[in-house]
């Protein structure tokens, strides 16, 4: 019997599920061996069938290991042997082996791992972490060697790498092979443990893994405008292409041509040192574990456990510093047996002992800072340890002045209003598409945005367009084209600042699919796109079609370049670290990538000092600093499980029998309407969609959707979103986060596991043979009533409201065709009791003034939950719609609203009144320029 057959070929350009499929791979491998052994008593035939299978099975995942240091050739040359000669138990015991080890990942420190059933002529103390009777647990990584070296070399590379392990050494590693360009990229794809690459001159291109995917989309991007045209050499390519895909990388280059001409490359900047071929292994060795200590390590949080441990007298005014009236007392000592004496150990209310200040850092709190700016791809970072509420309102205080125009989306987070009220700035609300069946909003359409910074040209006020608000990804998952936006705003006004908020896309940075659409992997493009002589070129031949005076409609449907001579690329993001990474709550930072950013300096320390605690909480700033160490040593590998766990949920909840008869995941296409998908993406789960697919889609779509974030319809089950909610909360104990008319939202991050994802899928069974028992028991009557249930979420669902206006009286140009409004004198004028009133919702006066007047107009922010963005705003003229919507909620939660008084207004005898001079800075409006075939 022949075992040697090839397996059709399997297509490597499974990304997304790369490290959940691989162990589903070797589980598949382990029970197709169990099934041979167990037909050791049969027929021979069978024997033989179950053999075949085990070899397919084998050979199916032999080609992913090849980048992957564990279980090794010897292992694999073994578990094949094992195959060919007919050893069922053998192959079987060696795959329980192999299999345990990678989900436990116990062969990190598990010596016995590596040598399978028996011990190899390789010594132990050259294998693996532990060796040497030590016991310090040292974290293991893996380092990927592109050489062009035969492959029969490569054991005796890595034997000599092993040689140079150190007793002192506080990490270790094993090498990752791999001879070519494109197996290097998949090597660098596929192994989230990978932390370093060593790069050799000489390299091929083209790798012998099937992957037309990866070909297709990948490669050529990445060494299209970098390969040496002279003499075809790839490696600095790769090593440019590598940082791009994987920022945080350290890459080292052996070069064995005048590796000191390469080193003063600017080409080469990616590189973090160049040797002479193998000249000094130990100190490639050394610079390896120096990179690795390097993100690992955590200015604060390293600082702050060795202030723990000191002998501190406290003599400052906070008794729990060091516990003792907590441990010492009669009546709370629980409190300390729950949360464990470091917690106080660790606390303190001083900024002595190199504990540093977060308002003016300069010790360690700086360090962690700076790492988290080189981590996240910024100029400079700001910890915030009061939430991105803060952090929003700190950047938006230190941006804008007041009468300054800020152009806002007006279903952005409450934060940005109240921004604009603590600034004095002048919002200029720029809608967002509706989603009316699932009563939510999406984004900001880029030619809304245009059309707005169009108009106030048009009225002579570009100028004080001063800042651009939007979020991304929304609370629902929409991601911006951030690089577009930026762009084609900049070049209508050269100098406009970007605020992006990016509470829930914080991990994103460490997806190379997402990583173009946040702020900074945006910026960090434009910023090479403006140097690059070729867009000088394009940007000229553009500006040479539209002419002088193109019209409105011409820039509106055009795809406008920059001046590049002009550009300010100013850019700032908030992000809420605590949302998708590993920070306490509440833990927040500031992102910077702004060249200007020393003419707002001083306003910006302002701002932090007027919202920062002078009391910040200790433990927050140490997780920020270790989220950011995490992030950068296992992000990637965490978010890609996060995205895979995601489409799991997608894939399973769309596709089950039954759960699908009530539930749904809605797609993109559902999502996000077609004239904003360009590419012609429907869904990640559409048959024929591939990872290059979704690549092009990120790349070329006005939004995209987020796959993490999961909109539930839950409506068709006969549920609102507030109560599916609550049901799972009392009755599952699944939490979750927002909720809509018919929705609710779900999200997977960093810390869910397959186990979370089957509790959900069970759950939903359970829930739906629940509905499917109380329809058959409840006869024609009880369907009849589910139906005109499920009528009422889905399809008789309120429109909703868009912004109306701002009254008059909070308008400085009433004609001007631009809206924006001084929310800030509406706000306080809510504060003097007289010059407000009260009506309730359902009053006949209401619809009665809606009719003939006087205007209602709101003293406040109306904030429902769901759907959980301001309906009403201070100063807003409120009309029929926004009422009716109001009257249709049948929501409890709605902030600034109560229905014992009823709506809060500003009274008609006010709004009547002389309007006072202000005390804010004004802008007198310049005269409006016609617009090119106006009449």
Request: with cysteine; proline share 5%; hydrophobic share 40%.
């Amino acid at each position: 019997m022949s075992t040697t057959a090839k397996a059709p070929a399997a297509r490597v350009d499974q990304f997304f599920t790369v490290a959940e499929a691989r162990f589903d791979r070797w589980r598949s491998l382990l029970q197709a061996a169990r099934v041979w052994e167990a037909a050791a008593n049969r027929q021979p035939s069978e024997k033989e069938k179950q053999q075949e299978a085990t070899s397919a099975s084998f050979q199916e995942l032999r080609q992913w290991e090849d980048f992957f240091a564990y279980p090794g050739e010897a292992l694999l040359r073994t578990l094949g042997e094992r195959i060919t000669s007919g050893d069922a138990t053998g192959t079987a015991h060696l795959a329980q082996s192999i299999s345990t080890a990678l989900l436990t990942h116990s062969y990190r420190t598990n010596l016995a791992d590596w040598e399978g059933e028996k011990q190899s002529a390789i010594s132990l103390t050259d294998r693996v972490p532990g060796a040497g009777g030590e016991t310090q647990y040292r974290p293991y990584f893996e380092v990927l060697m592109v050489s062009p070296a035969r492959a029969a070399t490569w054991s005796d590379l890595a034997q000599e790498l092993r040689k140079l392990r150190r007793p002192q050494d506080k990490f270790i590693y094993e090498p990752v092979f791999v001879g070519d360009f494109e197996d290097a990229v998949l090597g660098a794809i596929l192994n989230g443990s990978i932390e370093a690459v060593i790069i050799y001159e000489g390299i091929s291109f083209a790798s012998s893994h099937y992957s037309p995917v990866l070909r297709e989309f990948l490669t050529a991007h990445l060494a299209a405008s970098n390969i040496d045209k002279d003499t075809g050499e790839y490696s600095l390519a790769l090593a440019q292409g590598l940082k791009q895909l994987r920022p945080e990388l350290d890459i080292y280059f052996l070069s064995d041509r005048q590796p000191e001409k390469l080193a003063g490359d600017t080409g080469g900047a990616c590189i973090r040192r160049v040797f002479y071929q193998v000249e000094e292994p130990l100190e490639l060795h050394l610079s390896i574990l120096d990179g690795i200590a390097d993100r690992y390590d955590t200015p604060y949080f390293d600082n702050l456990q060795k202030y723990a441990q000191r002998p501190i007298g406290t003599f400052h005014a906070l008794p729990v510093a060091r516990g003792k009236s907590i441990f010492k007392s009669n009546w709370i000592r629980d409190m300390g047996q729950f949360y464990g004496l470091n917690l106080f150990l660790a606390e303190s209310s001083a900024t002595t002992g190199g504990l540093d200040s977060l308002l003016e850092p300069t010790g360690n709190i700086k360090l962690a800072q700076d790492k988290a700016a080189r981590a996240f791809g910024a100029d400079r970072v700001f910890f915030v340890t009061n939430g991105t509420s803060t952090s929003n309102k700190m950047v938006e205080q230190a941006l804008l002045a007041p009468g300054d125009i800020m152009l806002v989306d007006r279903n952005c987070h409450k934060s940005h209003h109240y921004g604009a009220v603590l600034s004095g700035a002048l919002p200029l609300y720029v809608e967002a598409y509706p989603l009316t069946q699932y009563s939510m909003y999406g984004a900001v359409p880029l030619r809304t945005i245009k059309k707005a910074l169009l108009d106030l040209k048009a009225e002579g006020k570009l100028d004080r367009a001063r800042l651009l608000v939007l979020t991304n990804c929304t609370f629902d998952g929409h991601i911006y084209n951030v690089e577009r936006v930026m762009e084609e705003c900049l070049a209508i006004k050269p100098d406009l600042i970007f605020l992006w908020d990016e509470a829930w896309f914080g991990f994103a940075r460490w997806s190379p699919f997402y990583r173009r659409r946040t702020a900074m992997g945006a910026a960090a493009i434009l910023e090479r796109k403006f140097k690059d002589p070729a867009y000088r070129e394009a940007y000229l031949k553009q500006q040479k079609k539209l002419g002088t005076d193109p019209s409105d409609k011409e820039i509106l449907e055009t795809r406008l370049l920059a001046n590049p001579d002009k550009v300010r690329l100013r850019v700032y993001q908030t992000n809420s670290t605590h949302k998708s990474m590993s920070s306490l709550r509440q833990g927040s930072m500031v992102l910077v990538k702004d060249p200007d950013y020393h003419t707002v300096e001083e306003q910006f320390h302002e701002a932090v000092f007027t919202h920062a605690s002078t009391s910040p909480n200790l433990q927050i700033i140490a997780s920020l600093d270790v989220a950011r160490r995490q992030m950068e040593l296992e992000g990637y590998e965490l978010v890609n499980r996060a995205i895979q766990l995601a489409l799991d949920v997608r894939r399973e909840v769309n596709s089950h029998p039954l759960i699908s008869k009530y539930f749904r995941v809605l797609g993109a296409d559902e999502m996000i309407p077609s004239e904003f998908r360009n590419s012609g993406f429907v869904d990640y789960l559409t048959p024929g969609v591939t990872w290059g697919t979704a690549v092009n889609a990120l790349r070329e779509d006005e939004f995209a959707l987020d796959v993490t974030r999961l909109t539930l319809v839950c409506g068709s089950a006969g549920f609102d979103g507030t109560q599916f909610k609550n049901m799972l909360a009392a009755d599952y104990d699944i939490q979750l986060n927002k909720t809509s008319r018919n929705s609710v939202l779900l999200q997977t991050n960093i810390n869910n596991t397959r186990s979370d994802i089957a509790q959900l899928i069970k759950v939903l069974v359970e829930i739906s043979q629940g509905i499917e028992k109380k329809l058959a028991d409840g006869g024609s009557a009880g369907q009849q009533t589910f139906a005109a249930r499920v009528k009422s979420l889905m399809t008789d669902v309120p429109n909703l409201p868009n912004f109306t206006s701002f009254f008059n009286r909070f308008r400085q140009d009433p004609s001007s065709m631009t809206g924006e409004g001084d929310m800030r004198s509406a706000f306080f004028a809510a504060y003097r009791e007289q010059q407000c009133e009260h009506l309730k919702l359902f009053s006949p006066e209401i619809d009665k003034r809606l009719k003939d007047g006087p205007e209602l107009v709101s003293a406040n922010f109306v904030i429902p939950y769901p759907p959980g963005f301001p309906i009403m705003v201070p100063g807003q003229v409120i009309d029929a719609e926004t009422i009716e919507f109001m009257r249709k909620l049948d929501v409890k939660e709605i902030h600034g609203y109560a229905a014992a008084l009823g709506l809060k207004l500003l009274n008609p005898a006010f709004l009547r009144s002389a309007k006072p001079p202000s005390d804010d800075v004004t802008h007198a409006a310049k005269p409006r320029r016609r617009r090119k075939g106006e009449e």
